[in-house]
Nanobody, 124 residues
Framework: QVHLVESGGGSVQAGGSLTLSCAAS????????MGWFRQAPGKEREGVAR???????AYADSVKGRFTISKDNAKNTLYLQMSSLKPEDTAMYYC??????????????????WGQGTQVTVSS
């Protein structure tokens, strides 16, 4: 059974930094497409960053240059380093995994496994 567990969320002032973690069991990151998504109140869930099995990355335009996705295959943990945070980054952040290594686009239905989410709140 697959479990993804996010941690590291919290409250921070604008301009601050946070690092989210996503520990996985029941699957291995090294062979899959992994992603971070977020959902703000009243808004649709949106893709933030994704990483393919080779370490290739892609980012939403809104976070480019501020967020970095990475993984530690030995620990089977995915990370999202967030810096220069803005109030509009406030959302529930989710990690997600696909059942394949194909890693194109942000289509939510293509991600088979999801964590429970961790809240990030950025105050101005």
């Amino acid at each position: 059974q697959v479990h993804l567990v996010e941690s590291g969320g919290g409250s921070v002032q604008a301009g601050g930094s946070l690092t989210l973690s996503c520990a996985a069991s029941g699957l291995t990151y090294s062979t899959r497409c992994m992603g971070w998504f977020r959902q703000a109140p009243g808004k649709e869930r949106e893709g933030v960053a994704r990483m393919d099995k080779f370490g290739g990355t892609a980012y939403a335009d809104s976070v480019k240059g501020r967020f970095t996705i990475s993984k530690d295959n030995a620990k089977n943990t995915l990370y999202l380093q967030m810096s220069s945070l803005k109030p509009e980054d406030t959302a529930m952040y989710y990690c997600a995994a696909r059942s394949t290594s194909l890693c194109v686009g942000w289509s939510i239905p293509l991600y088979n496994y999801w964590g429970q989410g961790t809240q990030v709140t950025v105050s101005s």
